[in-house]
């Protein structure tokens, strides 16, 4: 049986991706494991006691980085090719009127999203990042998909990279 892992950083989330179709025909076919903050395991824990293949672990919500760190994360998410994503952070930006962000964001998208700008981006993440943050995550359940449900998310983005290191593929929505 394959294993999934699927990060609820909201419980609003749980409602959104469990109650629907989807879970109902992969419910028996996978082994699911939520990661989540450690304030919703007992939680998620309760609402999900009946089900055998349903695995909940914490994580520690506040990892946050230093500052040049941030910048990076901010970086790499600023250069992935996401059209909504990307538009949703410059329209914010020059709306509340704040140009530096503004250039910011369509620096890092224009330069960044490019072949240099990976290999800068890649080249900084090897040495300011400690590696696998979420490691024992993957030595202990060897997952075959991770989803990630807020690509946004600081945390889920860390997750999707340290799957990225261990040839784990990763889907987003």
Known sequence: MKTVFITIFDIFQLKNFFYTDFY???????KIVII??????EYIKN?????????????????????????????EQAAQKNRSINSF????????????KYLFYKFAYEFLSGKLGHRILKFLEDRLFRPGEFQELFDKYKP?????TILT???DFRLLRDAKKNKVK???N
Do not use: M
């Open 47 to 75: 609402v999900f006691k009946d089900n055998q293949n349903i695995f909940v672990e914490g994580v520690d919500a506040n990892l946050h980085p230093n500052r040049i760190q941030f910048l990076l994360l901010k970086a």
């Open 89 to 100: 952070f410059l329209q914010r930006a020059r709306v509340q009127g704040k140009w530096k």
């Open 36 to 41: 989540c903050p450690h304030r919703n395991v």
């Open 24 to 30: 109902s025909e992969i419910k028996d076919k996978v």
């Open 153 to 155: 998310s600081t945390i």
């Open 144 to 148: 075959a998909l991770v989803f990630s």
């Open 170 to 172: 990763s889907i987003s």
